[in-house]
């Protein structure tokens, strides 16, 4: 199996809307900067027959093993996306 990359999803969404590719290239670049500008200030994205986009914070604890005292971490954060049951079988793989 091989990588199906950018190039190859624009000339698809291309195909599939009827648009030339430098437009389809711009209307992919816009929804993932929707979805990178919305998650980054908090929102949760939903996008409908497809999945949900956000970003969670993780609090990670961790222990000075001599001292046996916490050690302060600051929380990390990290992108998380949930598909939709309907998309998981479009796919046919349990996502």
Request: charged share 30%; proline share 3%; hydrophobic share 40%.
């Amino acid at each position: 199996m091989s990588d199906f990359i950018r190039v190859d999803f624009v000339g698809e969404l291309s195909r599939a809307l009827g648009i030339d590719e430098s437009e389809a290239d711009k209307t992919l670049q816009a929804f993932l900067d929707g979805v990178a500008e919305l998650t980054n200030m908090g929102e949760r994205v939903r996008v409908p027959c497809m999945g949900t986009f956000e970003v969670k914070e993780r609090s990670w604890n961790a222990r000075d093993i001599k001292a046996c005292k916490p050690v302060p971490v600051e929380k990390r954060r990290f992108l998380t996306c949930s598909f939709v049951c309907g998309f998981k079988q479009r796919v046919g793989t349990s996502l």
